[in-house]
C-alpha cells in the first residue's frame, strides 16, 4: 500500500506501509493490503503504521483518509 500523510502546509509522510491503524469517529480501525474504498473522519488520537519492521507514529487533532485501491491519502492537523 503506499501511504501519504499532509497538513495545510507539509507532507509528513509518502511511502510504502504495510498496516495502518487510524482513530475514527468510532473508534480505532486499522487498514490493510486491498482494503475496501472509503472515506472517514479522524478524530483526536494517533496514526500508526507499519513499514517492514519499521513502525511509526504521528499524533493528530483531526482529519480525513481516502481509501482507494492500496492507495491512502490522509489530510490531518497535527496535536
Known amino acids: 500500500m503506499i501511504l501519504e500523510i499532509i497538513t495545510p502546509v507539509a507532507t509528513l ?3 510504502p506501509v ?5 482513530p ?3 473508534g480505532i480501525f486499522d487498514i490493510l493490503p486491498h482494503h ?5 473522519s479522524l478524530r483526536e488520537g494517533e496514526i ?3 513499514s517492514g519492521k519499521k513502525r511509526e507514529a504521528i499524533a493528530i ?3 480525513f483518509v481516502d481509501v482507494n485501491n492500496d ?4 489530510c490531518i492537523e497535527q496535536s
Open 13 to 15: 509522510f509518502k511511502g
Open 18 to 22: 504495510d498496516r495502518l491503524s487510524l
Open 24 to 26: 475514527g469517529e468510532e
Open 36 to 40: 475496501v474504498s472509503l472515506i472517514a
Open 48 to 50: 500508526r503504521y507499519e
Open 61 to 63: 487533532k483531526n482529519g
Open 71 to 74: 492507495h491512502i491519502s490522509i
